[in-house]
């Protein structure tokens, strides 16, 4: 390189060693030879330094975000299977109660109630499981719209920050308190 024709020479203030002609090189090569100074080249790393950090805290929300999504994923599916079995016993009832039939008018009266309560709690069943998938979708809508869904967050959670904000309050603001922290 040019630097290594130059001749060295001691600097007479910190006794170091320095290129005679190294700031000519700097100031005549860039300009005129397209040349990229020590000063460019270090801006040039601190660049590259910053945007390898930010690239790394990308990834690290990326592995996060995928994280709570997996979880809220694998709660819903739990829901669902509680409620699935639900479902499945009160087939089964129903079921016991159709070989249970008899021709006697009073066991069939008995029959009849039962099979209508049976009807009636599939259906409010099927109604909680829609009503389920509504909200479960609305949270993944809340969700990809960046905010944190109520509905995704677990009770015992939702326990803990309700009893710690009745102590705040308690302990801040004594002419104010929460009346209601049941969540179920």
Known sequence: TIKNLIPEMRNKNNGKRALLGSFFVDWVGKPILGLSSSNDVDILNAHIKEISKNTGREIKVMRETTTHLSSMVMTTNERVNIMLEAIKVQAQESSQVWEKLTNDVETQMFYLNNLI?????????????????????????????????IYLVPKEHLIDALKIISREIEHDHHNYEILHQNVN
Do not use: D
Request: charged share 10%; hydrophobic share 45%; proline share 3%.
């Open 117 to 149: 309560l049976k009807i009636v709690a599939i259906q409010n069943t099927f109604q909680t499981l829609i009503g389920h998938q509504r909200k479960f979708l609305q949270a993944v809508e809340t969700l990809l719209s960046g905010h944190i869904p």
